[in-house]
């Protein structure tokens, strides 16, 4: 007699669960990992595998020393990309050492790439994955490709230092694939920054302060890696060969390349970033974090030299101070009132005690 209530209750129940909405933290979470992250660390396996193909290119005599060097380009602004996404296996067993290795204030990748093709002359990459981190990724090779030193432009120098150089291709295309599939693994990142509770997280508000917390670690890195060059860690005396891709003089289009990847994980693909999570309340934050963006990446855009050529003049160095000022106004804001908004403790930032 009672079973049709019964029946009535149990499917108001049912509709009611199919529209309560979804916990907006998940959903902007696993918006976050499948919209941005993964096609970020997509483009920077293909960068990746272009690069293994433009080493033995080169070395083969089938490819131009400036194709090399703009695949090499290439290659590093998909790694520059990557700093602000920088969540799970990446961010591990200083597998982000074995791709850049930065700060470099003692010229370690100069000193031991010249040690390493004296001893290994036919060093291969799984040779090369047993070897120092110094040596395995990209800061090598822009030395090799870059640096006066190996000068592989002569062609009895080129012939010296071509085995590690398809080394370095080919060991960086195999550790970005490595990482890749570990993303898209059953149980991988995918899976645990869109299900919850998993192994890694105990709930979607755990994966999104972890989001949060490499974002203002990048941001904190980026300053450091201006702020290194321009002086400001040792005295206000310039350093120029203390930017990270000084050789290539490429250190101020990497920075802006990943200032602009930031900006996609704070904005998201239709709203579904950091930003989206912020209540009505908080539009003033929001046009603020905005406009911070806007403003560095406007100042970005307007240099039309090298961060070393800007180091050698007032103007230069008034136009470096404007971008780090900037940039410290994304990093704050980030830092204290977006953390703060969205109830997130920070805690232990990767950079501090450096």
């Not at 509709?15 to 483009?43: E, F, H, M, N, W």
């Not at 080169?58 to 996404?85: I, S």
């Not at 898209?184 to 709930?203: I, V």
């Not at 920075?255 to 970033?273: C, F, P």
Request: with cysteine; hydrophobic share 40%; charged share 20%.
């Amino acid at each position: 007699m009672f079973r049709p209530k019964l029946l009535f209750t149990s499917l108001a129940a049912l509709a009611l669960g199919a529209c309560s909405p979804q916990d907006p933290q998940a959903v902007t979470s696993a918006a976050i990992a499948k919209s941005v992250i993964l096609p970020t660390y997509t483009r920077w396996v293909e960068a990746d595998r272009q690069l293994a193909i433009s080493a033995l290119a080169y070395c083969q005599g089938k490819e131009t020393l400036d194709t090399a060097r703009a695949d090499f380009l290439h290659a590093q602004k998909a790694w520059a990309e990557l700093q602000p996404l920088l969540i799970g296996p990446l961010a591990e067993g200083n597998r982000s050492w074995q791709v850049q290795f930065w700060p470099d204030k003692k010229n370690l990748v100069g000193r031991q790439v010249e040690q390493l093709v004296i001893a290994q002359p036919q060093i291969d990459a799984a040779a090369l994955a047993k070897s120092s981190v110094v040596v395995q990724g990209l800061s090598a090779y822009e030395y090799i490709l870059f640096d006066s030193k190996p000068d592989v432009a002569n062609a009895e120098q080129k012939a010296k230092y071509c085995p590690l150089l398809v080394a370095i291709g080919e060991r960086q295309k195999q550790l970005a694939e490595e990482i890749l599939s570990s993303w898209n693994n059953t149980d991988g990142m995918l899976a645990q920054m869109s299900k919850f509770p998993n192994q890694r997280y105990a709930d979607s508000h755990e994966a999104i302060a972890d989001l949060l917390r490499v974002q203002v670690t990048a941001l904190d890195t980026l300053k450091k890696k201006l702020g290194t060059p321009m002086g400001r860690q040792s005295k206000g005396v310039p350093q120029p060969f203390q930017a990270d891709a000084w050789r290539s003089q490429s250190s101020l289009t990497a920075l802006e390349a990943s200032l602009a990847a930031a900006k996609t994980v704070w904005e998201g693909v239709d709203n579904k970033g950091l930003r989206g999570l912020l209540p009505a309340e908080q539009k003033p934050l929001a046009d603020k974090i905005d406009a911070a963006y806007a403003a560095s990446l406007k100042l970005f855009g307007s240099t039309q030299r090298s961060l070393g050529e800007m180091l050698e003049d007032d103007a230069g160095r008034q136009q470096l101070n404007d971008i780090y000022d900037s940039l410290n106004v994304v990093h704050r804001l980030h830092e204290g009132d977006l953390a703060k908004a969205l109830g997130i403790q920070l805690g232990f930032n990767a950079n501090d005690g450096d």
